[in-house]
């Protein structure tokens, strides 16, 4: 056998060594003798090989011989076949554990197999075993850990097949474990060209997590001994810079099927990364959808679904969201930002874009985000426009149908109660006078019924009709004691409950005469408002050309001062497309109740049109002029109205006040007056709930 190896490196001296280093180096090689088990035998041919060569290395004239082979390219020694697993030993001893390797692994299968259980198979599988250790420990010097791991499967193949040495098998098993996440980074970090070997650490990551109970390792598995929590999150936090953003939503969307709920977070944040970076809005509605399932302990989810709220174009919701969140530093800073309150959102939003979500994939570049640039994106524009049509259309489809059950129930009512009575023979019933009496009243009523319709007197109408049921029921009542009469005729139960049933056909006439005014009434008012200056024109954008503004003016309180509301009742607006009166009424009814309790002499009773948050706000000021022992004193009255845009979930208003604001002490002692002429405001109203609501202002534009 000719193995890989001269006499220099044979007893590990360089070409250039004197003779005595030569014979220094042949002591030390005889005094450290491997001790892992090897034979006796093969120890002692080791010994007389290094020997030999130094006998060959120490004359002068063998010595001379040899290196003008050297120099003739001789590539190798040759070793009979009782010294080669000897020459092995040798081999690895001088720094090449893969080449031995390989050469005993070889030697120990068919044809060259040795006999079972000779000393020649012994030393080979004890060599293999020591050398594919060394080998993967090489590579792993190398930072080759996937080819580390090859060495050390391929030892422990052989050792099982083998049947020996159970001990140091289960070492190279435990090297093996402890190898795997390098393995991973290793496959993983190569150049994404090769498919291959991307999948195969695609697969070793998801079977990692899995045995460990998903990215929270609840389960104790066999690399809890190798790889604690700790460690495993700076390894996951370092490989996940490896993976795609379609591989890391694949992933993480598979491990929380497996009911890991950190995995969900990060799927969350992977769907909101792809919907950003490919201007793919609908990826926001996945991401949405997934949070809104999350119950992750510690996590304040309103803060990000408020910039998913943004994304998408609703600024109201995503101020709500904003003002729901558990964070008091947040909700701070939020309403104590010096400029309107849409810029502090939306700088909230950036920084989370570019911190947390937009970082970590091998597909996506850092950089700075331009929310203007999302907003200005033709598809994003189309996508939310058809995002509200759609909406507009399920409102419509629900009110349609509502007012198609309501029509088919009526007809129903109606032909049944109009066969009863074709088939009903009064000639065969003897009617007392009383009787018939009732059925001439209920002409009568008949025909007062449809002058009060066509004269849309409904709810005196509506109470007259329940006056009359009530009669008609206690007359019949007093006629169905008499037990003589039943008896004689029982038709006369029948008669009792067509008239019942009659009434409430006329009841049912009625709602249906009256859903149809009130949808008459909506029609006419779903033409879009229409501002004081006749060429002003809608903006079809207008949701996202406000998102895109940046006022940088202070957000400021406004109020107003009125005499005090004892039995004024709040009007709350459900109307599709309001009129500029609407939307000025509902803004007098604020600025009405919300003086009035800033005065200190109401409650801020206005959750029907006013937003819990401005609510709140109000509340927040009244109690801060209560410690500071003052009260306000504000009359504003409307000058002017504007509409600047307005969508079927959105109105903006540009509003001008004449505003008086006096602050008074509670002893009666006046502290600061303020007078603005005009007070410019910008009110936004938002539509949830099917009515409008006041979301926000801004003033001092």
């Keep these: 056998m000719e193995l890989p190896l001269d006499h220099f490196r044979l007893i590990g001296v360089s070409p250039s060594a004197t003779s005595e280093e030569i014979l220094r180096a042949f002591q030390l090689r005889l005094d450290k003798t491997p001790n892992e088990g090897f034979t006796f035998e093969v120890l002692t041919q080791r010994s007389e090989l290094l020997r030999l060569t130094a006998d060959l290395l120490t004359d002068p004239e063998s010595r001379r011989e040899y290196e003008n082979l050297l120099l003739n390219e001789l590539t190798g020694l040759e070793f009979s076949s009782n010294r080669e697993v000897a020459g092995l030993i040798l081999l690895w001893e001088s720094g090449s554990p893969k080449e031995a390797f390989k050469i005993a692994r070889k030697a120990l299968q068919p044809p060259q197999t040795p006999a079972l259980g000779s000393s020649r198979e012994a030393d080979l599988t004890l060599l293999a075993a020591l050398t594919a250790r060394d080998s993967a420990i090489q590579e792993q010097q190398l930072r080759s850990y996937s080819n580390a791991a090859d060495y050390l499967q391929e030892g422990i193949q052989l050792l099982q097949r083998m049947g020996k040495l159970v001990e140091i098998r289960k070492d190279l098993e435990e090297d093996l474990v402890s190898l795997l996440p390098y393995r991973i980074l290793d496959l993983l970090s190569r150049d994404l060209n090769d498919q291959e070997s991307h999948k195969k650490g695609l697969s070793m990551l998801e079977n990692l997590i899995i045995k460990r109970g998903g990215l929270e390792g609840n389960n104790k598995s066999e690399y809890g001994d190798y790889l604690n929590q700790q460690e495993f999150e700076a390894f996951f936090q370092q490989i996940k810079s490896y993976l795609t953003l379609e ?57 990000l679904m408020g910039c998913l709220d943004l994304l998408l174009a609703d600024v109201d919701q995503a101020s709500a969201r904003f003002l729901s969140s558990s964070d008091d530093n947040l909700r701070d800073w939020l309403n104590n930002y010096p400029g309107d309150k849409l810029e502090a959102i939306c700088i909230y939003c950036k920084n989370w874009l570019e911190n947390d979500v937009l970082v970590g994939y091998r597909d996506i570049e850092s950089k700075d985000v331009d929310l203007n640039t999302w907003f200005e994106d033709r598809e994003i524009q189309e996508f939310i426009e058809r995002l509200e049509k759609k909406s507009n259309k399920i409102t419509f489809k629900q009110n349609f149908q509502n007012q198609q059950i309501n029509e088919e129930y009526t007809t129903k009512i109606t032909k049944d109660f109009d066969s009863a009575l074709s088939n009903f023979d009064e000639g065969r019933l003897p009617l007392p006078g009383g009787i018939k009496q009732e059925f001439e009243k209920l002409d009568i009523q008949e025909n007062k019924f449809n002058e009060e319709i066509f004269k849309n007197k409904t709810l005196d109408f509506y109470k007259y009709l329940i006056e009359k049921i009530a009669e008609l029921k206690f007359g019949f009542g007093e006629f169905l004691n008499d037990q003589q009469i039943i008896a004689r005729s029982p038709l006369l139960i029948y008669l009792y409950a067509f008239l019942l049933l009659f009434a409430f056909g006329i009841g049912i006439g009625f709602l249906r005469n009256n859903f149809k005014n009130s949808l008459q009434d909506e029609a006419i008012a779903d033409k879009p408002l229409i501002a004081s200056d006749k060429n002003q024109k809608l903006n079809d954008n207008t949701i996202i050309q406000e998102v895109k503004k940046n006022p940088s003016n202070k957000l400021k309180s406004i109020s107003l001062k009125t005499t005090e509301i004892n039995s004024f009742k709040v009007k709350e607006l459900t109307k599709a497309s309001p009129s500029l009166d609407d939307v000025s009424s509902l803004i007098n009814q604020w600025l009405l109740i919300k003086s009035n309790y800033l005065s200190g002499k109401g409650e801020i009773n206005l959750s029907q049109i006013v937003n819990s948050g401005l609510i709140d706000r109000t509340i927040q000021e009244r109690k801060n002029d209560i410690e500071k022992g003052i009260y306000k004193e504000i009359n504003s009255q409307m000058l002017k109205i504007d509409l600047e845009s307005q969508t079927s979930s959105r109105i903006v208003v540009l509003v001008e006040l004449d505003y008086l604001e006096k602050i008074i002490k509670n002893s009666g002692e006046f502290v600061s007056e303020t007078s603005l002429t005009p007070l410019k405001v910008k009110y936004i109203l938002g539509f949830s709930n099917k009515s409008w609501k006041l979301v926000d202002f801004v003033s001092g534009l």
Excluded: C, V, Y
């Design 247 to 303: 591989e890391q939503i694949e992933l993480f969307l598979e491990l929380q099927k497996r009911g890991s709920l950190e995995a969900g977070f990060l799927a969350f944040i992977s769907l909101t990364a792809l919907g950003f970076s490919r201007s793919k809005p609908e990826k926001l509605f996945e991401a949405r959808r997934i949070l809104k399932k999350l119950n992750l302990s510690g996590l304040d989810s309103m803060p």
